[in-house]
Nanobody, 127 residues
Framework: QVQLVESGGGSVQAGGSLRLSCAASGDPYNRYYMGWFRQAPGKEREGVAVIYTRAGSTYYGDSVKGRFTISQDNAKTTAYLQMTALKPEDTAIYYC????????????????????WGQGTQVTVSS
């Protein structure tokens, strides 16, 4: 079992920055990947950024490349999402998730590959 708790969401004006944190506890063998997904009203859940915890490899969705950075602490128990140059279209509930097995690169943004999810944190970007 893995427990994930997100924090750091809030409201910001366009062009601003926020940093989200995801604190993980429980079985470390179920945290091959930690990822950030988001879901806006009426839209499907979208993969934002993922980190392969063993090697630190990172993956980014096209809409956030160059603006968002995913990282982890040395203990590999907390994942961060640094968001800069925020846009109104980044408004969504952001979820942290973990996957407990190796994934093909083309699967890292599939929500159904992740077994554990946090409760989500709201990010609102105003224009």
């Amino acid at each position: 079992q893995v427990q994930l708790v997100e924090s750091g969401g809030g409201s910001v004006q366009a062009g601003g920055s926020l940093r989200l944190s995801c604190a993980a506890s429980g079985d470390p063998y179920n945290r091959y990947y930690m990822g950030w997904f988001r879901q806006a009203p009426g839209k499907e859940r979208e993969g934002v950024a993922v980190i392969y915890t063993r090697a630190g490899s990172t993956y980014y969705g096209d809409s956030v490349k160059g603006r968002f950075t995913i990282s982890q602490d040395n203990a590999k128990t907390t994942a961060y999402l640094q968001m800069t140059a925020l846009k109104p279209e980044d408004t969504a509930i952001y979820y942290c998730a973990s996957a407990g097995r190796p994934l093909w690169d083309h699967d890292v943004f599939r929500p159904d590959k992740y077994s554990y999810w946090g409760q989500g944190t709201q990010v609102t970007v105003s224009s």
